[in-house]
């Protein structure tokens, strides 16, 4: 437990709690969570961060790394017991992808549910060119993400290419399987194309 500016007590009361205030860090096992203010719930076991909104930007915000897993955004929850966290604001990375969502849940077995989920290979993920968009994403071992209804955008607007369900790659290796469409971008326009099965 490391805080550049200063740590907080409060023995008193039904809740012991500490808050850690700065650029602050706590290390649980193989997960590393650090934030501009985080709080220590020592009664239920979890950490509660926050970043700090300032005129230029974010100032510390909450980032979470646990394995290969790494997520950042708003506010962020880590239970130390279950290690089960929740990201509101969430954005990560997985192989060339990018994801964006108003709230991820990632549970001890590595499966990770997203809601209103944005996923693109642009860098850009706060204004992706494209994107496909799902209200349910479900990703599971970080090996395919797993949609509900999803929808084709194209620079935050809406297209008529829509998928009842989808099936997008979180990993570069192949095995036999559904093949989920890729899409991008050439000198005849916007494509989505190669949807097969791979043997």
């Keep these: 437990i490391t805080a550049s500016d200063s740590l907080v007590f409060r023995l008193g009361g039904p809740q012991r709690a500490g808050t850690l205030y700065g650029t602050a860090s706590v290390t649980y096992e193989d997960a590393i969570l650090s934030a501009w203010e985080i709080d220590l719930l020592l009664g239920d076991e979890e950490l509660h961060a926050r970043g700090l909104v300032s005129d230029s930007g974010w100032v510390g915000k909450p980032r979470i790394r646990q394995g290969q897993d790494e997520f950042t955004g708003s506010q ?67 090996e395919w993400i797993y949609t509900g209804p999803i929808q084709l955008y194209l620079f935050n607007i809406p297209t008529p290419l829509w998928l009842p369900f989808g099936f997008l790659p979180a990993r570069d290796n192949r095995r036999s399987g559904p093949l989920p469409p890729t899409y991008g971008e050439d000198e005849f326009g916007f494509y989505l194309r190669d949807w097969g099965w791979y043997f």
């Design 76 to 142: 962020l929850t880590f239970n130390l017991k279950t290690q089960r966290g929740r990201v509101v604001g969430a954005q990560t990375q997985y192989e060339e992808g990018f994801i964006a969502a108003d709230i991820v849940k990632a549970l001890e077995d590595s499966t990770v549910f997203i809601r209103n989920g944005v996923y693109t290979t642009c860098s850009c993920v706060e204004d992706p060119s494209y994107s496909l968009r799902s209200k349910t994403m479900k990703m599971v071992d970080r």
